[in-house]
């Protein structure tokens, strides 16, 4: 775009003239005693520089816009190249035992493993806000086994003994005494950590010291007789930041009020752990730990926002999904054009 002799208009130099202008600069004349000045083109029309030429003008906004965004993707591919020497670096320098104390360098994000609780699937497509239905509760109870559905606690338990009826049952949920986590987990948008199973904080909940709103809550499942490899992620959510108020809730992580989306069972099924997720350690073992929660990385996590995207088919929703994608990552300052291909646990015995 040839801006030689338009008139622009600086706050404090007033109006001028461009007289050069080359792929990365303008020069400006201006009366004395300011004289020439040179600044960035475009980005200067940004800051200080106002063409009087109004479609010249207009034209110089879209201008503006792609340099910023070459700029984004710039600063992006630097971040990546600034971490990836890192990561070299820390091989190098520090010893093996040390490295997991920095292992999770832009992994404050948490994928958690949740029972399959079918209760609500009628109503919401996936579940996860009321008890089980009887079949349900038999299979996790007598083949899954689950630690709390076969705790003494457990009021599923209970009924499948015959000690409470059906509607006691439903009762508990819908009430304020707690049945399970995952029976009001999409009515209440909350998640537990788990707790500590040896040592002097056995029995105690686990804090997620990293936790802030930039977190993304990760909820992953499987279906009756489905496989690890096949686990699915069923809903995410970011998290509420620490307050007085949640303190209490020590081991617990809630969703704030806006960025909060689940998934039908189908819609979850296209949207697979393991296609994002692998394990640093074991990258070609479909397996996890003990642990209620594994880390994930920022750009995992984000191939896991835009598949979210792509799977919903109601326009309302995937125009939300879409949001809930882009803010992420502007908080993680990830360019959404450099986004990779998901290389998770999956993918990668598949190409082998």
């Not at 904080?201 to 809550?217: E, H, I, P, Q, Y």
């Amino acid at each position: 775009m040839d801006l030689s002799g338009k008139i622009v208009k600086h706050s404090k130099f007033g109006m001028g003239t461009i007289i050069n202008q080359n792929e990365n600069n303008v020069e400006v004349k201006f009366k004395e005693p300011f004289g020439c000045k040179i600044f960035q083109y475009p980005l200067g029309f940004d800051k200080y520089l106002k063409l009087q030429d109004e479609g010249t003008a207009l034209k110089i906004v879209k201008a503006i816009d792609t340099k910023k965004e070459e700029v984004e993707i710039e600063e992006q591919e630097k971040e990546l190249k600034r971490q990836e020497c890192e990561l070299i670096r820390m091989k190098e320098t520090i010893k093996p035992r040390k490295i997991t104390k920095k292992r999770y360098l832009h992994k404050n994000n948490l994928a958690i493993k949740c029972n399959y609780c079918n209760g609500g699937l009628e109503e919401n497509g996936i579940g996860f806000t009321k008890a089980c239905t009887d079949e349900m509760i038999t299979y996790n109870i007598g083949v899954r086994k689950y630690t709390w559905c076969t705790g003494e606690n457990s009021k599923c338990l209970a009924y499948k003994k015959g000690e409470i009826s059906r509607e006691e049952l439903d009762a508990v949920n819908e009430g304020e005494d707690f049945l399970c986590y995952e029976s009001q987990m999409l009515n209440k948008w909350k998640a537990s950590l788990g707790v500590y199973q040896s040592g002097v904080k056995r029995g105690k909940a686990m804090v997620f010291s990293d936790l802030s709103t930039n977190t993304l809550a990760i909820l992953t499942t499987r279906t009756k007789g489905m496989k690890e490899e096949d686990r699915i992620i069923f809903a995410v959510f970011l998290a509420q930041a620490k307050n007085e108020e949640s303190m209490e809730l020590e081991g617990h992580i809630l969703a704030n009020e806006k960025y909060k989306i689940s998934l039908t069972l189908e819609e979850a099924k296209q949207v697979r752990f393991w296609d994002y997720y692998y394990n640093e350690t074991k990258p070609d073992t479909i397996k996890l730990g003990s642990g209620l929660f594994n880390y994930v990385a920022d750009i995992q996590s984000a191939q896991i926002l835009k598949q979210i995207v792509e799977v919903k088919t109601d326009e309302r929703e995937k125009e939300y999904a879409n949001e809930f994608y882009t803010y992420f990552c502007k908080i993680k300052n990830l360019s959404m054009n450099l986004i990779p291909s998901p290389t998770g646990g999956r993918t990668r015995i598949i190409k082998e």
